[in-house]
């Protein structure tokens, strides 16, 4: 895992863009998205479907080269990085929880087989898988038995296992709970919380659930039309003038250029607020 010092973001964005061709025209799935988060932090990013979140996790994973822009996560530059070096980065430092519970495992091995099996030699000594399970909360009894013959909520608490047995400094998972319900969801939603107090690591998940980030007790990033629109964190909401549409009477959006990230807070009592600019991620 890599140390990073804690007034050093782990990962920082800046005036990404990306673009895709879509029936021979350029779409811009992200327009100048600009973030950062520090050591330890739960981010869930959230949006409708098309907003760009799930992009946005795959430029932070280096499964997706960035059209412009920086990108730096967990001390790694992927901006213009070779394969080699992201292969090396999401093996360590970097961890990644895809969507599709498939794609994570393999279902004719056991759990502790797919835990245990497909990491290169150089890691062997970092990784202790009862260790993981135990972490993520995987009954003893279901670690021999074949994944295709466990419930869903504990495949994908296997997959977590599976992506956090290195210890990484930084867990991307896209919608994680999303084919669950109830007490899956809380238990999968446990798991990721338990890596995050007892390994250190920094989480960054896409969720369409809102009651998902709230469980997480994660800073909220809202995103649409490939922008981030409002932040909330630590009791304070952040958004961007104008371009998301927030209500602020005409004397205070004059006050603002358009696309300045701004707080919202109490006033002093029940009927006013407070908005002030937010530069390098403090209150001006």
Do not use: C
Not at 63 to 78: D, I, Y
Not at 129 to 146: F, M, N, S
Not at 205 to 220: E, G, S
């Amino acid at each position: 895992m890599t140390v990073m010092e804690r007034d050093t973001p782990i990962v920082s964005v800046e005036g990404l863009v990306q673009i895709y061709r879509l029936e021979g025209q350029d779409v811009a799935a992200l327009s100048g998205v600009n973030l950062t988060v520090q050591p330890g932090e739960i981010v869930a990013l959230v949006g409708p479907s098309g907003a760009g979140k799930s992009t946005l996790l795959s430029v932070l994973s280096g499964l997706m080269a960035p059209s412009a822009g920086r990108v730096r996560v967990a001390g790694h530059e992927l901006t213009g990085s070779d394969t080699g070096r992201l292969d090396d980065a999401r093996g360590t430092d970097l961890a990644v929880l895809l969507q599709d519970v498939s794609k994570n495992l393999l279902p004719y091995l056991s759990v502790r087989q797919n835990v245990e099996l497909g990491w290169p030699e150089r890691l062997r000594d970092r990784i202790d898988v009862d260790e993981a399970l135990d972490l993520v909360g995987l009954a003893p009894e279901l670690r021999p038995q074949p994944v295709q013959s466990i419930s869903a909520a504990a495949r994908q608490l296997t997959a977590i296992a599976a992506t956090i047995v290195t210890k990484p400094s930084v867990l991307l998972a896209d919608e994680p709970t999303s084919s669950l319900a109830g007490a899956e969801v809380r238990a999968v939603t446990d798991a990721i919380l338990r890596v995050n107090e007892e390994l250190g690591t920094t989480v960054i998940a896409v969720t369409h659930d809102l009651d998902v980030a709230t469980a997480l007790d994660a800073r909220v990033i809202t995103i649409r039309d490939g922008r981030i629109r409002m932040d909330a964190r630590g009791g304070n909401t952040q958004v961007l003038v104008r371009d998301d549409g927030i209500p602020l009477p005409d004397d205070i959006l004059g006050q603002f250029p358009n696309g300045t990230a701004v707080t919202i807070q109490p006033g002093d009592d029940a009927d006013t607020f407070v908005v002030r600019r937010v530069t390098g991620g403090e209150q001006a």
